[in-house]
């Protein structure tokens, strides 16, 4: 069956039940999966053939929220600005602040005296308790009314959250304080009223609750408040990631320079980039040659230089000169746009963890009124009078509100994926950071991933006579790299390279071969400056008949023993020199093992090499353990293998044949710099190339799973330690209010911490 996924965001969710019943009731449709984030406020939908986004708007409407579909803007829309229709959440989401500051700052100014008057006999005058009334309702009735509307829309729909235990129980408090002053002794003149820690028993004809009603609303509009601000906080590095990207760019048409916004961009556009602008799109350099700032991507302090041919990603900054970039993906395909995309999933799905506190959220409100109601028999019935009974029961419905458990997992994961973003590092989702705790093994493909991946000459050896005559160094790498630069192999690329810049030139410049032939296998031959040069396998320059081939038997057993490619040279039938070529291994390399072996993993390396040049990387880095001479369909068998031994296997690679492998890994890192099948494959994105942001990512997987374990901890424990104490009497109500809303606030105070990862 086909199905296809909209992204809904959700408004009016104020607790875990609200979040858990939205997904229970969308789940129920058929062959629809949702997944309902309280933080992000935003529902994940997966649903089949027939169903209509509608209907799944008009399901949770009917649940008494809010609903619309978020359409991601499409790559030739015009840019955000000039689309006036498309609903903003980053803009309402300072308002809803804003709002709840309003109605916090007045509620305050209005409970503060209430409060006052209540604790502190002193100040009670013979008609106080009148001006407590007058002060306490509006913010009841007024500051409380969010509380109140929520609870009567989820009344009618026969559901209950936090917002229907918030509003019993300042209603209830506000009631009964009604009914002792119109009705009871409470509104008599002289009327005197003690504030006491826990219950006291006595009647409850004179016994006030305007400071616990007004009291308790003012302390949760509170923490509504700093829960918003610290959403907002939480979710600014993926705001700060969609917003890097350029708005305008200068696009060649018809050789003049014409600005557009960066929306109207398509593919194969040329356009200008100028030293400090940022570089509009992902593309490739067609003129130009400059250096690029990309750490707002990938954290890498150091600029990148690039030249004609070179890759250039959006969003990134010209540090250098003037560029022609031509544009090879826009819109929802760039880079940038990949890497938002990956955050934002990873922030909208759920741990198991987080699923374990929605089902018992689901549940909790109920049990809750229940208990409120038993508590409230007992204490009658143990005689301690209505006012006891009455005041347990207020402080249970107020302290066991369970914000923060719906709050613990979400905004961990918004604060730990953006933080990773902004260091390079994209969580592909919460399942994630659970299998990187189980994590004892990390195999590391070789090339691409401990070395550059890109092949360098290390040394020239060139043949010299007894009396010191024969080839000089700088005529062999000028005939070697004239030939060779006719190659389009890794090894004759690096030859060619390595020869023009020992000889300052450039390849270019270098002599043109003629009757050039490549010799599969074995390496190249050709005339260069009227000699007939040979360059390649030993066994080449044997069959051509080369003499003097045993004095480049040390030179060639000295780079293979180092792990080197050896080019054997020669020209007019004689041998001339060797050539030592190999993949350079990674400076930082050597430091990430160390950093991967500190976090208790074993690394292992993982290759299609030769045993001796993988060898020989594996002791510059401190690898022990190598797999070499693999082949690419065979790279999975070995993480299966190694599987099969017990141990949990982390897999780091970058290449298409390393794609089956990172999948089959019970955790598959991805180098960003590699291909598109790897990066998919994989369950971590490392956008730089650098091995040691293998590690950081791993350390900030492992430290945002401890987060949300000790906020689900904090939030869960809070509740069980907490109940009993209220039960039992031995908490006020109204410090039972200021005690739940501490709890929310801790729980994303907690989470805020993983910002200063580093």
């Not at 917002?163 to 002792?180: I, K, M, Y």
């Not at 308790?216 to 700093?226: A, D, H, K, P, S």
């Not at 990938?298 to 600029?303: D, H, Q, Y």
């Not at 400076?587 to 990430?592: G, N, R, V």
């Amino acid at each position: 069956m086909n199905t296809s996924e909209v992204e809904l965001a959700v408004g009016g969710m104020t607790c875990a039940s609200c979040s858990a019943r939205i997904e229970r009731k969308l789940n129920r449709l058929d062959g629809v999966t949702a997944t309902v984030n309280l933080a992000t406020e935003k529902a994940k939908v997966s649903y089949p053939e027939g169903v209509d986004v509608a209907d799944l708007v008009a399901t949770v409407e009917k649940l008494g929220y809010t609903a619309h579909e978020i359409v991601p803007p499409k790559p030739d829309a015009l840019a955000a600005s000039d689309a006036p229709n498309a609903p903003s959440e980053a803009a309402d989401a300072p308002a809803e602040a804003d709002a709840l500051l309003r109605r916090l700052l007045v509620s305050a100014a209005l409970a503060v005296p209430v409060i006052v008057l209540a604790m502190v006999p002193a100040l009670q005058f013979t008609y106080w308790q009148w001006l407590s009334l007058t002060l306490a309702a509006p913010v009841v009735v007024w500051g409380g009314l969010p509380f109140h509307r929520a609870a009567l829309v989820n009344a009618r729909h026969g559901a209950a959250t936090m917002d229907t235990l918030v509003s019993l129980g300042t209603l209830a408090a506000f009631g009964w304080s009604l009914w002792a002053l119109f009705l009871g002794t409470a509104g008599e003149p002289g009327m005197r009223h003690g504030f006491d820690l826990t219950v006291e028993r006595g009647g409850g004809s004179s016994a006030l609750y305007l400071e616990v009603a007004a009291g308790v609303v003012t302390f949760i509009l509170l923490g509504r408040y700093l829960e918003a601000r610290s959403k907002r906080r939480a979710g600014a590095a993926l705001r700060a990631l969609l917003d890097l990207g350029a708005k305008d760019v200068a696009v060649l048409r018809e050789g003049r320079e014409v600005r557009v916004p960066v929306a109207r961009l398509a593919v194969g556009d040329r356009f200008v980039v100028r030293p400090g602008e940022k570089v509009a799109t992902d593309g490739r350099v067609v003129e130009g040659a400059s250096a690029v700032d990309v750490s707002l991507l990938t954290g890498e302090s150091v600029p990148v230089d690039v030249a004609v041919g070179d890759a250039v990603t959006g969003a990134t900054v010209n540090a250098g000169g003037r560029l022609v970039v031509e544009a090879t993906r826009v819109g929802a395909d760039t880079q940038l746009a990949r890497m938002a995309k990956l955050v934002e999933d990873a922030q909208s799905g759920k741990a198991r963890v987080q699923r374990l506190a929605d089902r018992v959220s689901a549940v909790f409100v109920p049990v809750v009124i229940a208990l409120a109601v038993g508590t409230l028999g007992f204490w009658l019935g143990n005689g301690a009078g209505p006012a006891a009974a009455f005041t347990a029961a207020v402080a249970v419905l107020i302290i066991a509100c369970p914000c923060a458990l719906g709050l613990a997992t979400p905004t961990a994961l918004l604060v730990g994926t953006g933080r990773g973003a902004q260091l390079g590092i994209l969580i592909k989702g919460p399942e994630v950071l659970e299998s990187t705790r189980r994590v004892d093994t990390v195999v590391l493909d070789k090339t691409g991933t401990v070395t550059t991946g890109r092949m360098t000459l290390h040394e020239v050896y060139a043949v010299y006579a007894a009396d010191g005559t024969g080839t000089g160094e700088k005529e062999l790498l000028r005939l070697a790299g004239g030939l060779e630069h006719a190659s389009e192999h890794p090894v004759a690329r690096a030859v060619a390279a390595g020869a023009a810049e020992r000889l300052g030139l450039s390849v270019d410049a270098l002599p043109a071969p003629e009757r050039f032939v490549n010799v599969p296998g074995s390496g190249v031959r050709g005339t260069v400056d009227g000699h007939a040069v040979l360059a390649g396998h030993e066994r080449l320059l044997a069959d051509a008949g080369v003499t003097g081939l045993d004095a480049l038997t040390e030179a060639r057993a000295r780079a293979e023993a180092a792990g080197r490619t050896a080019v054997l040279v020669a020209w007019d039938g004689a041998a001339r020199g060797v050539l030592a070529v190999a993949d350079a291994v990674k400076d930082t390399s050597a430091d990430a093992v160390r950093a991967l072996r500190e976090l208790g993993l074993s690394p292992v390396l993982l290759t299609g090499d030769h045993q001796a040049v993988a060898e020989a990387v594996a002791g510059r880095v401190g690898i022990e353990t190598v797999y070499a001479d693999v082949l690419p369909e065979d790279k999975a068998a070995v993480v299966r293998r190694l599987q099969g031994e017990g141990r949990v296997v982390a897999m780091v690679g970058d290449g298409v044949n390393d794609a089956a492998a990172l999948a089959t890994a019970d955790l598959g890192l991805a180098m960003g710099t590699g291909t598109d099948a790897a990066i998919e494959a994989g369950d971590l994105t490392l956008v730089r190339g650098d091995l040691r942001a293998a590690a950081d990512a791993i350390r900030l997987s492992r430290r945002t799973l401890t987060t949300i374990k000790g906020n689900l901890c904090w939030a869960f424990g809070y509740n069980v330690a907490a109940l009993p104490l209220a039960a039992a009497g031995l908490l006020n109500p109204m410090l039972a209010g200021a005690a739940m809303a501490f709890s929310s606030v801790f729980v994303v105070t907690n989470s805020l911490r993983l910002r200063s990862f580093t």
